[in-house]
């Protein structure tokens, strides 16, 4: 089917230029992970392979931190950013609330706004990661660590993430599917091979030939969840939520009813990359605190604000079920689509327009975030569940985000494509008829 779709696609010239567009800009960005931060020992960040915040920062990055390249911070700034922005929209910020109800003009300055405040973060959060690193890295991270390097380190960073931020931009504009997402997702991509490395190795190279039949039976199962997990995302994914409307002023040709569609999973990926960055900031910074000293307190609580023991699991979890009914209400605002409907003179039968309808929205919206978080929940913490039941490699604890991004990210470019192609249909049906 996928192929079907590539292939009738890649037969439009519009939609051709715009693949490969996207391909030449990813092919950039993958040079761009490449090219490591001068004065910088890349080396050092293999032995701390298995600090989550570091996988996490990999998995944002589109796997360029591995590399502590100039294109270390990604799109991760750009993405608090852009929380943050949809924030203070929520009533917090007047300004922000004005240029949300502007339309084509308040979006610019809204999107100018979260320039700046990912240039802020940007900086702030790459001076602290190298210094964080760098006290954790035995081996010394920067080569000359003072003052004058820190700052060129964090403005080099800083450049970086505003670059791949633009790329991202110039793919969402020019290219096929959405910057941000095809940046990340080239990302995971890349790191499959790595991935498939590390097993292969785990379980067929450093182990003794006594227990290749038991690494057959793990690796098999390992494929049969990954199979699972991927047709499970998939429909819980493309689940939609029809909400019947009704029309009450008929126009020429409209319809005298249709359907409201919602998202059974509205907020997406995001609430589990937000919580998976505050989760795995404590691991950083307590570390750094402790600045080599044995400080009880602070090695219990780093302990237990890892994810990956059980409290550090349960407080994963609570993050993702309370940031998926905040950016819930964020993509779907219940006030908005009530006075939408309103305008266009539409209702949802048996519900009044304007409060009730508003009511309704966010009493539907609350069920569905409860469906949503629950799900995103299940998928982030069963490969880091399965990595301590079954003790496998550390690069399975992030499997479920990964393969969350990559399907959602793959549903959104076939629908993108079937989009062009029934477009190309429809033209072609009106040239017909002339």
């Known amino acids: 089917m996928f192929f079907k779709i590539l292939k009738d696609a890649l037969k439009i010239k519009n939609v051709r230029h715009k693949i490969f567009y996207t391909l030449f800009i990813i092919l950039v960005f993958r040079i761009g992970t490449h090219i490591t931060v001068p004065g910088i020992n890349a080396k050092s960040l293999e032995q701390l392979s298995d600090l989550p915040f570091l996988n996490m920062l990999n998995l944002v990055s589109g796997n360029a931190m591995r590399n502590f390249s100039v294109f270390s911070m990604g799109v991760s700034p750009y993405i608090t950013a852009s929380i943050i922005v949809q924030l203070l929209q929520m009533d917090i910020l007047p300004k922000f609330v004005e240029w949300g109800k502007q339309g084509e003009v308040g979006r ?16 702030i959060q790459s ?10 890295s035995n081996v010394g991270l920067v080569s000359s660590p003072n003052v004058k390097t820190y700052i060129l380190i964090g403005t080099l960073l ?102 409201l569609p919602l998202k059974v999973n509205p907020a997406g990926v995001i609430p589990v990359i937000f919580a998976s960055s505050i989760t795995t900031i404590p691991s950083t910074l307590l570390p750094f605190l402790q600045n ?19 409290t550090g699991m349960v407080f994963y979890a609570i993050l ?87 399907i959602s990210t793959g549903i959104e470019g076939m629908k993108q494509l079937e989009g062009y192609l029934l477009k190309r249909q429809y033209v072609g049906f009106m040239n017909t008829t002339k």
């Open 320 to 406: 993702i079920i309370l940031f998926s009914f905040f950016y819930t209400f964020v993509q779907v605002n219940p006030e908005k689509t009530a006075e939408n409907l309103q305008k266009n003179s539409s209702y949802i039968p048996s519900v009044r327009p304007g409060r009730e309808t508003e009511q309704y929205m966010s009493s539907l919206l609350k069920k569905l975030a409860t469906v949503g978080s629950v799900f995103l929940a299940f998928i982030s913490l069963t490969p880091i569940v399965a990595q301590q039941a079954l003790n496998l490699s550390s690069s399975i604890a992030l499997g479920g985000t990964s393969l969350l991004i990559l």
């Open 292 to 310: 080599g000293k044995n400080i009880p307190w602070l090695t219990t609580l780093q302990s237990l604000l890892n994810y990956q023991t059980p």
């Open 158 to 259: 800083t450049t970086g993430s505003v670059i791949v931020t633009w790329l991202g931009e110039q793919i969402t504009d020019k290219g096929f599917g959405n910057g941000v997402s095809m940046i990340i997702f080239a990302g995971i991509i890349s790191s499959i091979p790595n991935a498939i490395a590390t097993v292969r190795e785990d379980y067929f190279v450093n182990i003794k030939s006594s227990d290749i039949n038991h690494s057959y039976i793990v690796v098999g199962l390992l494929i049969i969840a990954v199979l699972a997990i991927v047709f499970f995302t998939t429909f819980v994914q493309q689940a939609e939520y029809k909400i019947p409307i009704q029309y009450t002023k008929l126009m020429q040709g409209a319809p005298t009813s249709s359907y």
């Open 108 to 123: 610019r300055k809204l999107n100018q706004a979260t320039r700046y405040i990912s240039l802020v973060l940007a900086f």
């Open 127 to 136: 001076i602290g990661i190298t210094a964080a690193f760098n006290t954790l």
